[in-house]
Structure formats: C-alpha cells, structure tokens
T-cell receptor, first 112, second 113 residues
Framework: GNSVTQMEGPVTLSEEAFLTINCTYT??????LFWYVQYPGEGLQLLLK?????DKGSNKGFEATYRKETTSFHLEKGSVQVSDSAVYFC???????????FGTGTRLKVLA | DGGITQSPKYLFRKEGQNVTLSCEQN?????MYWYRQDPGQGLRLIYY???????QKGDIAEGYSVSREKKESFPLTVTSAQKNPTAFYLC????????????FGEGSRLTVL
C-alpha cells in the first residue's frame, strides 16, 4: 500500500545551520507530494507542494524536489531560524481523491 | 479573515460520556475532514464529507459520528464506544477533492479522565 516514511526526530540544530529532513514514499502512479508544518499548539499548515516529477516546491526559504527515481521529497533550508522550530509532516495525495497519507512527523528544534 | 474554527481547544471528559467537537469554516469549501493525531503517529482520517448531507467513514471511524447539515459546519461526536479517545483532533477543509491542499483548524485536545 501507499506509505510515507520520514526521518526520526527530534532534529536539533543551531541557528543558521543547514536543514535536511528526509522523506521517502511508496506509491503507485503519480501522487502529489506535500510538506506541512505544525507550530506548537496549532493545526497544520501547508508549507510547500509538488505535483509532478522534478517539480520543486518552495516557500519561506524551504525547498523540496519531487524525485520519482528515488521516490523522495526531502525538505531543505539553507539557514534555519529559531522560529522554524516546529513539527514537519511529509504527505502524499492523489488528485481527485480524499485520501491523504501523512508521515509520522519530524520535530525540529533550532537553538539560538 | 477566512479560516477554520475549532472549539473547544481543550476538553475533559469522564469515561462513558459523549462529547461533541465543533468545526466551522468560512472558506466556502465543499470538502471537510476530521483527523486524529497521536504522539509519534501521522494523522489518521476519521470521517470526511464532500458535500452537505453526505459523509463517509475514514480509516478509524469506529466510536465516532459526524453530521453535515450546513456547508460551514462539520461537528464530530466522540462516543463512549471509542475505546481510547484521548487525542488531539484536527478539522480540515479543502475547496474540493481535486485541489489537494488541506486547510486546518487549530485543533481540539480531548482528555478522558
């Protein structure tokens, strides 16, 4: 079946460090891929998305590229800030369906 | 501002009691969803609704019920039949099933005493 696997957290970084959060997926066909972010005590909000192979989603300095050959959608940011501390969820969905598959989330802590 | 409002934010319940979580959206979205979030797990779908007066079970519907009498509202009732109801509940909406992007409320944390 379809699944999303994220790296275990928490990930702890110093401010201005480079961030990578790994995400791989198992799916048939051509799902859309997403990264959502959840700040403490809040719901999730869309960070970025990509709808086809080789697409790059980007927002707020974060980037992720849809790699069909490696079935990956790794999240990167060149220089993290304390305000980036949150839980990040990788997810996939098929357009036209209700079905979302979420990863287990990766908690990021950024220290000043 | 448009968005999704969930209430209450925190709720305590005694075993054997039913509780209802409210979810209201003013985004004019057709589709609405309820997810459950537990520590160390991804979100799991409880129920979803594509249009008014129609809703479908998700992956973990047992012990829950919903209604969709108005486009803006999608309340979730956690019944006494739910064996392990303590969790964080998230309501979401999307324009329709084709857009992909989900818009979430801030969540309701239910604790069973």
């Amino acid at each position: 079946g379809n699944s999303v696997t994220q790296m275990e957290g928490p990930v702890t970084l110093s401010e201005e460090a480079f961030l990578t959060i790994n995400c791989t997926y198992t799916a048939t066909g051509y799902p859309s891929l997403f990264w959502y972010v959840q700040y403490p005590g809040e719901g999730l909000q869309l960070l970025l998305k990509a709808t086809k192979a080789d697409d790059k989603g980007s927002n707020k300095g974060f980037e992720a590229t849809y790699r069909k050959e490696t079935t990956s959608f790794h999240l990167e940011k060149g220089s993290v800030q304390v305000s980036d501390s949150a839980v990040y969820f990788c997810a996939l969905s098929y357009p036209g369906t209700y079905k979302y598959i979420f990863g287990t989330g990766t908690r990021l802590k950024v220290l000043a | 501002d448009g968005g999704i409002t969930q209430s209450p934010k925190y709720l305590f319940r005694k075993e054997g009691q039913n509780v209802t979580l409210s979810c209201e959206q003013n985004l004019n979205h057709d589709a609405m969803y309820w997810y459950r979030q537990d520590p160390g797990q991804g979100l799991r779908l409880i129920y979803y609704s594509q249009i008014v007066n129609d809703f479908q079970k998700g992956d973990i519907a047992e012990g829950y019920s919903v209604s969709r009498e108005k486009k803006e509202s999608f309340p979730l009732t956690v019944t006494s039949a739910q064996k392990n109801p303590t969790a964080f509940y998230l309501c979401a909406s999307s324009i329709d099933l084709d857009t992909g992007e989900l818009f979430f409320g801030e969540g309701s944390r239910l604790t069973v005493l």
